[in-house]
């Protein structure tokens, strides 16, 4: 066969190419003139019947009437040959082999409901991407095993975001168990999350920072005096990264036995870590610092009786001294910070800082009522800093308190907003249920309403996840 | 609503004419009805009308199709608020109104099985549109031939143009399934190595349903119905629901794939009834943008009555009745030397058949290429477009599953499988 002209190295990639689906196509190793192919047919119809004949010769299994008569459109000719080949190809086609996959060992856990494992599809599709981890984090705790097919779509969405949140891709190993191994050993993109299957001390002695934390949070919660001891012998050689993910370990199952700790960390060289200290001190009942700034709160932030009922009255510090500062409170930052946002920064970093009993104490009221207690200008950083400290301490009765507030009709500056979010999905996910919370007045901010749809969310994606699961 | 189109060439000729343009004259009201005039391509417009309580059309157009677009379009444009309310229908709508609620008896123009037998203008205007077919596919006969002898290696630097002229001739010769088929290929030239032989196939058989028309004398009645219906001549659901033996089965609902088309979307579920084996095919069309027929979900059994569409290998279906809908586990799974000699068989009767439903018991592999495997070792490639299929892969653990999906001489693209436990999961 002549090749046509102009077509040179285009037309030999061509026919390589098409050589091999002709392979495919046929599955036999030759098909030589001696029989008629689809390929031959293939070959004469590219080049087209002007210029090349139409293949005759006769095909095993397949017979061939003598369609054509004499004079007949050899173009027609090829076409009803082709056809019949292609009903012939079609309906003789035999099974090809294949390499079987190794079997993958059987998880025991029982697999979430289908009702959890249509939110994990809708979170991957970009619903609350954010919940990811805490959802994954439920289903690990639950002892329950993520749906397969779709792991290799967490898998992609662990990779991409790996430096992001690190802790997705351990919560993937975690949760998916041996298929996630599996799948890891299949496809070389997955193969990151074999290092997040680090089980024991090795996770400690060699695992990633996400390792190494949720190793430490385990130890924790059983053997608070181990996790301890653990951290004060690392201290030294820890980094400032790990040194502050160290403090956020202690703040759970926190004791005064942790305060030597914690005081040692309010002279760290890091203000990151110092300020995760005082937080954390702040949190634990019984601290000196946590009295020292209730003493502090209670000379600063007072109760008046007005006309109108009771008002909240601030009466400011003239600045900042060593002492107030090693605790946490520091000024306004930006050198040629005014008067009032000066005195603002060190409201705000009190009241963060100051257990929050000391105002249920003091004034004798409820955090609902306390919350409620108008304060003039200083309203918006004294909502700021309550949040703040709801937050570090953990306190549902303010956490839910504060939301309220939130929600009946306040006005919201931008920062307290982030400060609710942050709350929001720290809080117990009980308050999203229906009905528990008032609905947001009519004035409310889009974002707000955003952010309780964030806690209805979080409310019904754990109770999916909660006892009774329909298959195994 | 538009669950009402007969087939999909209805719905597209509808959406092109749901325009305030093409309806100088358009009312609502009278009780529950639209009517409008419809500039068409006969010099006077068209009248149309529609009673929402029947629903019961009339259109004075030639269409043999019920409803037909003009009427179709009609209530698009109705539902899209594009259509004012009226005072008073104008006489000819009220006078075809007052006929439809008055005896109780529609007039039936048209369209409705049962009826009057065809009278002489029906007989005309049906062997007009075999004259106008039978020119089409001549000149389609032309342009296949002409193609292979030019040579198909050009095919691949051809635009799209090049299979739309064709097709819009086809359109006008009134075999809307053929300009489908064609429209179709503008993809091939690029879909990946051995496009050629697949480009050859294509027009091969699509001369095959051009010679196939001329010698239907010679055919089967069943081979006749196949024949026309790839061609595009549609048989009224009416007409299905009258004349077809309805089968009654508990119809395994497993598995469904929505595709889109020039701005219409079309679902195809495949059913399988328990009792007698049979697969079974469900169609139904939708705008781009708005919701398809939901009635069948995956996984669920229905007990209902089926009626096929008269065919050589009778595939597509209308659920006539439906009885009970329950929750079930999975299917059994056939072995994949069954499919192939069951979509052999079915080739024997309608070579034509490029899709066809497989239900199998496999394990998916990778090597040496994504496909699936089942207990005697034999395999069946993927189709290169459904991709590698990772959340089936995952989903077996490299154990067998039962898969439900569609068999194409390029592939099996699963559609769903059932994990362990009998856990219905959508591919």
Not at chain 1, 402 to 418: F, K, P, Q
Request: hydrophobic content about 45%; charged content about 25%; glycine content about 10%.
């Amino acid at each position: 066969m002549s090749e046509p002209e102009g077509r040179g190295a285009a037309w030999t990639e061509e026919r390589r190419r098409s050589d091999e689906g002709r392979k495919h196509l046929e599955g036999a190793p030759e098909a030589s003139g001696r029989t008629l192919s689809t390929w031959d047919l293939v070959t004469a119809s590219l080049i087209g019947t002007e210029r090349s004949a139409v293949p005759t010769a006769g095909t095993p299994g397949v017979l061939i009437p003598d369609l054509a008569s004499p004079g007949q459109d050899p173009a027609a000719v090829l076409l009803d040959r082709a056809a019949l080949l292609t009903a012939a190809r079609r309906a003789g086609r035999r099974p090809d082999q294949a390499e079987l996959p190794p079997v993958c060992e059987l998880d025991s856990r029982p697999v979430v409901r289908p009702a959890a494992a249509r939110r994990l599809a809708r979170m991957l599709r970009g619903e609350h991407p954010d919940l990811l981890a805490e959802w994954l984090a439920a289903v690990a705790a639950r002892g329950l095993r993520l749906p397969p097919q779709l792991l290799p779509a967490l898998l992609d969405r662990a990779r991409r975001g790996r430096s992001a949140d690190g802790s997705v891709a351990r919560l993937v190993a975690e949760a998916g168990g041996p298929r996630v191994r599996w799948l890891a050993g299949l496809n070389p993109d997955w193969e990151f999350v074999l290092a997040e299957s680090l089980a024991g001390e090795e996770a400690w002695r060699l695992g990633t920072a996400s390792q190494r934390r949720a190793y430490l949070t385990a130890l924790r919660a059983h053997d608070p005096g181990a996790a301890r001891e653990l951290i004060t012998g690392g201290w030294a050689a820890a980094g400032p990264e790990e040194r502050v993910m160290f403090v956020s370990v202690v703040a759970e199952g926190l004791s005064l036995a942790d305060e030597p700790l914690l005081e040692a960390a309010l002279d760290d060289g890091a203000a990151f870590v110092r300020k995760m200290a005082a937080e954390v001190l702040a949190a634990l009942p019984g601290s000196a610092l946590s009295q020292r700034m209730a003493e502090r709160a209670r000379r600063w932030l007072r109760m008046e009786e007005g006309p109108r009922g009771p008002r909240l009255v601030f009466f400011p510090p003239a600045g900042s001294d060593a002492a107030m500062r090693r605790d946490g409170i520091t000024p306004s930052s930006g050198p040629r910070a005014s008067q009032s946002a000066d005195q603002t920064g060190l409201m705000l970093e009190t009241v963060a800082r100051t257990p929050l009993r000391t105002w249920t104490e003091e004034f004798g009221m409820t955090a609902a009522q306390i919350v409620a207690v108008p304060a003039g200008d200083w309203a918006p950083s004294l909502f700021i800093g309550w949040c703040r400290a709801a937050f570090s301490q953990r306190d549902q009765e303010w956490v839910t308190a504060l939301i309220n507030r939130a929600l009946t009709g306040w006005a919201l500056v931008t920062g307290a907003l982030a400060e609710l979010s942050r709350l929001i999905r720290q809080a117990d996910p009980r308050l999203g249920a229906p009905d528990v919370l008032p609905g947001p007045v009519p004035e409310a901010p889009l974002a707000l309403r955003h952010e309780i749809e964030v806690l209805r969310f979080r409310y019904e994606m754990l109770k999916e996840l909660a006892h009774d699961h329909g298959d195994g | 609503m538009l669950a009402l189109a007969p087939d999909a060439s209805s719905l597209r000729a509808a959406q092109s004419l749901a325009s305030g343009g093409s309806w100088p004259l358009a009312g609502a009201g009278d009780g529950d009805a639209v009517w409008g005039e419809c500039l068409g391509s006969a010099a006077t417009p068209y009248r149309t009308a529609v009673d929402l309580s029947g629903p019961a059309y009339r259109c004075s157009c030639p269409s043999r199709k019920f409803p037909c677009k003009h009427a179709l379009a009609l209530l698009l444009l109705w539902s899209g608020g594009g259509i004012a309310n009226h005072a008073a229908a104008p006489e000819w709508a009220a006078t075809w109104l007052r006929g439809v609620r008055g005896g109780g008896e529609p007039p039936r123009d048209r369209g409705v099985p049962g009826g009057r037998p065809p009278g002489p203008a029906q007989l005309r205007r049906a062997q007009q549109r075999e004259a106008r077919v039978a020119a089409g596919l001549a000149e389609l006969d032309r342009w296949l031939r002409d193609q292979v002898r030019q040579g198909l290696a050009a095919s691949q630097r051809a635009g799209y143009r090049h299979w739309d002229e064709i097709a819009a001739r086809l359109v006008d010769a009134q075999a809307p399934g053929l300009a489908e088929r064609l429209r179709a290929l503008a993809a091939v030239p690029h879909s990946g190595p051995g496009w050629e032989g697949r480009l050859l196939e294509e027009y091969a058989l699509l001369r095959l349903l051009a010679t196939a028309y001329r010698a239907q004398p010679a055919l089967s009645p069943a081979q006749r119905d196949t024949i026309r219906s790839r061609i595009g001549f549609t048989v009224r659901q009416a007409e299905v629901l009258a004349s077809a033996t309805p089968v009654r089965d508990r119809w395994h609902v497993l598995a469904r794939r929505d595709l889109d088309q020039d701005r219409i979307r079309t679902r195809r579920v495949w059913l399988r009834g328990a009792r007698t084996g049979r697969f079974a095919l469900v169609l139904s069309f939708a705008a781009v943008g708005e919701s398809l027929d939901n009635s069948l979900t995956i996984g669920t059994v229905t007990d209902a009555d089926l009626a096929f569409y008269p065919a050589a290998v009778p595939l597509r279906a209308l659920v006539a009745t439906r009885y009970d809908t329950v929750k079930a586990g999975a299917p059994a799974g056939a072995a994949i030397g069954g499919l192939l000699t069951e979509y052999a068989t079915a080739l024997g009767q309608d070579p034509w058949l490029d899709t066809w439903p497989a239900l199998l018991e496999v394990t998916p592999a990778r090597v040496p290429l994504p496909c699936v495997s089942d207990a005697a070792g034999g395999a069946l490639p993927l189709h290169p477009g459904a991709a590698d299929c990772w959340p089936l892969f995952a989903l077996s653990g490299g154990r067998p599953v039962t898969v439900a999906g569609e068999w194409t001489p390029r592939g099996l693209w699963p559609l769903t499988a059932w994990a362990q436990g009998g856990m219905v999961v959508r591919l």
